[in-house]
């Protein structure tokens, strides 16, 4: 039976939320009196410090375990989410994992990881919590995407990451369809070379900078407030203008 003691307060879910940009977002979205949902899986250190920085904050934190590439793990994690609150008005899917492997070099078990994780994750996800992000309306899921997910090209390196992106991409403009009668907004936020991605940005950065994360917070604001209440299936691009 899904719990009912939160309704009237803002509950949010953020996957990933142990690290890096994921806590960056549940931090940045502590305020008091709301119910943050912090997602992990390998992290548990970081979540706890995650859990740390909200509390402080006033918020209410709930740490919930999952690896994302499985599939049963996802079904307990929905579980989970519905102990917790009978709806939702936020739920980021942020959880990745890049790997550096060349496409020649990567085997069908980290293949089938990535896509796990970086894609089907987010499908299951946000149809596992419709109900909840019904209850919740006018809600929101943001996808985490990647700068170069609004286009085919050839891709050498990480090739599993940029496919599943790309997969984030039309399952973000599906179900902003889908759903746009239901109360619920879908969109993304595609961060270019942020501070802490992996490896050189191979090429140029135009503004000359890294991206932060106060770069995509802002974004995620924007998204929040009542200036986008009529986006929804967009895909903001936050990469200082690298990788177009």
């Known amino acids: 039976m899904a719990a009912t003691g939160n309704q009237g307060r803002d509950a949010i879910l953020v996957t990933g939320a142990g690290r890096g940009l994921g806590q960056a977002i549940a931090v940045h979205l502590a305020a008091p009196g709301r119910l943050l949902l912090l997602h992990h899986h390998a992290s548990m250190g970081g979540v706890d410090e995650t859990a740390a920085k909200v509390r402080a904050q006033g918020a209410e934190p709930a740490c919930l375990p999952a690896d994302l590439a499985d599939f049963d793990q996802r079904e307990d994690l929905l579980r989970q989410v519905t102990a917790h609150t009978g709806h939702l008005t936020l739920l980021v899917?942020?959880?990745?994992?890049?790997?550096?492997?060349?496409?020649?070099?990567?085997?069908?078990?980290?293949?089938?990881?990535?896509?796990?994780?970086?894609?089907?994750?987010?499908?299951?996800?946000?149809?596992?919590?419709?109900?909840?992000?019904?209850?919740?309306?006018?809600?929101?899921?943001?996808?985490?995407?990647?700068?170069?997910?609004?286009r085919v090209v050839a891709r050498l390196e990480a090739t599993p990451y940029h496919v599943a992106k790309l997969g984030v991409h039309v399952l973000t403009r599906s179900y902003a369809k889908a759903l746009a009668g239901e109360g619920v907004r879908v969109n993304m936020i595609s961060p270019g070379f942020l501070d802490n991605s992996v490896g050189e940005p191979g090429s140029p950065l135009p503004q000359g900078r890294k991206g932060t994360f106060g770069d995509v917070l802002g974004a995620l604001d924007y998204l929040r407030s009542e200036a986008a209440a009529y986006v929804s299936g967009a895909n903001l691009v936050v990469s200082g203008a690298w990788n177009l």
């Open 93 to 150: 899917n942020n959880a990745g994992i890049y790997p550096e492997t060349a496409l020649l070099e990567i085997d069908p078990a980290q293949w089938r990881r990535v896509m796990e994780v970086d894609c089907n994750a987010v499908q299951h996800m946000i149809h596992g919590l419709l109900p909840l992000l019904k209850a919740g309306s006018p809600a929101q899921v943001v996808n985490i995407g990647d700068s170069g997910a609004d």
